[in-house]
């Protein structure tokens, strides 16, 4: 799901041509007026009060009706619109991020890429940052809101600012926005931003015992905006922190990445030469 004073906020950093979203994002819970505003200065020509009316109705959650998606407000703009995901949806394009690499046609095009809650889903984290990595230009802006604490069994995983420092570190992307927020706020601009060596969420939460032997966990985002900054291969970090040796993340990263071709063409030719033997 992606909230309208998100999208605001990422329009404020530069208005995008072409947005590649990570699994296709419903719109809730926004007013006639915030859609009719960011209408009017993003918009193309045409009845913006009428747009607004029936975006902001859709916004809303009814049983037995389809929500608003976000490629439906930015169908009243300039801005192409597509969505990777597994099931079919309005301008959306059926690829498996766990298995399925970058189509061709869509490398290098993207100056801005959402991941709003869709690669906690993903067991091939790899792939996943791959995709996002290759699909950006240079100069693209990279969105991610991802669960953090809590949301028990909402997904595969919870990420944390040392994940996506070291992400940065390793493929040259600015880190130009990072927070946290706690559940569900209608503004982008909301919750707590972090330091690069923070350990401390300060959000006021007391996670205390429960009579029956149960802890409360509460709920929390991290959001961070990034900036792609150059074009090369997508570099995989490797966290060394508990490791006797600390070299710089970027060159382990290469050596790690080098090692694992050598042993990828190394078996492949250890296959051939077996399907040879058994062929003769």
Known sequence: MILLGTVNFLFAYNVPKRVLDIGSQ?????????????????????????????????????????TLYLSELLDHTPVKYVSFDICPGRRTEILDINRDKLP?????????ILNCGTSEHILNQVNVFNIIHHAAKIGAYIYIQVPTTGRIDHGYFCYHPKFFHDLAEANGYEVLELWYKRGFKTDAESGKRVPRCSSM????????????????????????LLRKTQNSRFRIPIDTNRSRLNPHSNRLSLAFQRGAREC?????????????????
């Open 264 to 280: 990828k063409s190394r078996l492949a030719g250890l296959m051939k030469f077996t399907a040879g033997l058994h062929q003769g």
């Open 26 to 66: 419903n719109m809730l819970r926004s007013s006639e007026e915030k859609f009719l505003e960011f209408l009017n200065k993003y918009g193309n020509e045409g009845d913006h009060e009428m747009a607004a009316r029936e975006l902001a109705d859709r916004s809303i959650t009814r049983p037995g009706h389809e």
């Open 201 to 224: 969420i300060d959000t006021g939460i007391e996670i205390r015992g429960i009579s029956d032997g149960r802890t409360e966990i509460p709920n929390h985002a991290i959001c961070i």
């Open 104 to 112: 061709w046609r869509h490398k290098n095009s993207f100056d801005l």
